[in-house]
């Protein structure tokens, strides 16, 4: 594939997954400001079909087009990024080395368990008291606004294992899914 | 729905605020973030506010446009004043059965509304007034200050002109595959998590198909004009500094400077 060729296919990928990040909802159980969308699909097919930088671009780009629609001061972002690279990069990776099935699969289940702890991490040590001292909330508020959804939330170790650490399992496991299923079709179609 | 989608909110125009350099303005704006952050008295957020207002009317832009940025956020902004107000221990001013409304958290409520509200409105200002494909040639040119063309820049900053390029193109594909999908009985926007993202097979795959069909008839259209990449490519419009530019630099950095000084040395601010 020649340089222009991945240029312009990881592009459309990551504009597609701009255009499916506005198509997001809340779920029920988990606070308002984890949202679900299917933007990480098109991350999972150019990483698949163009390999793991191919990933890392699209989210980029993904998340700069989002930026001037922020409604967490850019802090949402900067988790969306983190936490989707960190699925995209490893199945992707995976999947490079032997381009299988199998491989597939075991590379997105790689990459859901990796994702799963990042989001934890990052979102407990930096992103959540980020967002807090951004707009001058004290951290409680924002365990608040998790016990709305979910009221067996007590403190900040509940709101990591009770909250982002099912929604980022949940999010990854059915993006895999979705990916599988279409980048099958897609790719039967597209002979890639 | 998808008419909601504000990604091509630039407004074309003539104003001198139009006409300044991207690189001017990003700076700018990254001057005036901080300066925002570093607002202390209420002389600075009123000359601020009057100054976000007068940039406005000088780009020719309706007021109606301050508005339309802050509205996205106003649920935000909602949320942080009264949970501020209600949540922040001091001098009572309003009290209700078990709520309590204090002075120091309303008024730390409503200065970070401000600040959250100067933020918006000053980065539409830049949004508004610049072409995506201006924001990127700066962008690129900002990242390489050292190499006149090339190197990771040049190719980001041409995929991030094809992706913002190609949203308005997908949005409408998408909608049309959609329409055509709901007319043989699909349902989007229904039923639980699991469902919700089955219903949106009959809608990834075309979509998926369509875009990875144009993204090759892009890369045969750019080659078959000979790109290849950013070394020794020159350009219709050459991005050039007037005196305006470091004017409007100088001007913010002094600001900056000045909201600092007013923050360290005046004390007693919020």
């Given at each position: 594939m020649t340089k222009t060729k991945w240029m312009s296919k990881c592009a459309i990928m990551a504009a597609v997954a701009a255009v499916l990040m506005f198509f997001d909802f809340s779920l029920p159980l988990?606070?308002?400001?984890?949202k679900f969308d299917l933007s990480e699909v098109p991350v999972m097919i150019a990483g698949f079909a163009l390999g793991p930088w191919a990933a890392v671009t699209a989210e980029l780009m993904k998340n700069i087009i989002h930026l001037p629609a922020t409604t967490t001061m850019a802090t949402g972002e900067a988790a969306n990024f983190i936490v989707g690279i960190s699925l995209a990069v490893p199945a992707a990776w995976l999947y490079s080395c032997r381009r299988t099935l199998p491989m597939a699969v075991i590379g997105m289940a790689t990459g859901v368990v990796i994702m799963t702890v990042t989001g934890v991490l990052v979102n407990g040590l930096i992103i959540v008291p980020l967002y807090a001292k951004l707009l001058g909330l004290p951290l409680e508020t924002v365990l608040a606004m998790a016990r709305a959804a979910?009221?067996?939330?007590?403190?900040q170790r509940d709101l990591l294992l009770l909250c982002f650490a099912p929604f980022n399992l949940l999010k990854g496991v059915l993006v895999s899914l979705v990916t599988l299923v279409v980048y099958k079709r897609v790719s039967r179609v597209l002979g890639i | 729905m998808l008419n909601d989608i504000t990604i091509g909110q630039y407004f074309p125009g003539q104003s001198i605020v139009h006409r300044l350099d991207p690189r001017a303005k990003i700076i700018g704006l990254t001057l005036f973030v901080a300066m925002v952050f570093t607002l202390a008295h209420w002389p600075g957020y009123a000359g601020t506010g009057a100054g976000l207002v007068l940039s406005y009317v000088a780009a020719g832009l309706p007021l109606r446009l301050l508005a339309r940025a802050v509205r996205p956020l106003s649920f935000l902004l909602l949320f942080t004043v009264a949970m501020n107000a209600l949540m922040l221990p001091g001098e009572v001013i309003w009290h209700w059965k078990f709520v309590s409304v204090s002075r120091e958290g309303l008024i730390q409520g409503l200065t970070l509304a401000v600040r959250l509200i100067y933020l918006i409105v000053g980065s539409s200002l830049l949004t508004y007034t610049t072409s995506p494909i201006a924001l990127t040639d700066a962008l690129e040119r900002l990242l390489s200050p050292g190499r006149r063309r090339g190197g990771p820049a040049h190719g980001l900053a041409m995929m991030m002109s094809i992706a913002l390029r190609f949203i308005p193109t997908l949005i409408g594909e998408t909608d049309r595959i959609m329409k055509a999908q709901a007319s043989r009985g699909a349902d989007f926007g229904h039923g639980n998590i699991v469902r919700r993202a089955r219903n949106m097979l009959p809608l990834l795959v075309p979509l998926f198909v369509s875009a990875f069909r144009r993204a090759d008839e892009l890369a045969t259209a750019m080659e078959a004009r000979?790109?290849?990449?950013?070394?020794?490519r020159t350009r219709m419009r050459q991005l050039k500094m007037r005196a305006g530019d470091w004017v409007v630099i100088a001007g913010l950095a002094i600001l900056l400077v000045m909201s600092l000084w007013m923050r360290y040395h005046q004390g007693g601010g919020v």
């Open positions: 988990f606070p308002v400001f984890l979910n009221p067996y939330i007590a403190n | 000979c790109y290849r990449g950013g070394e020794g």
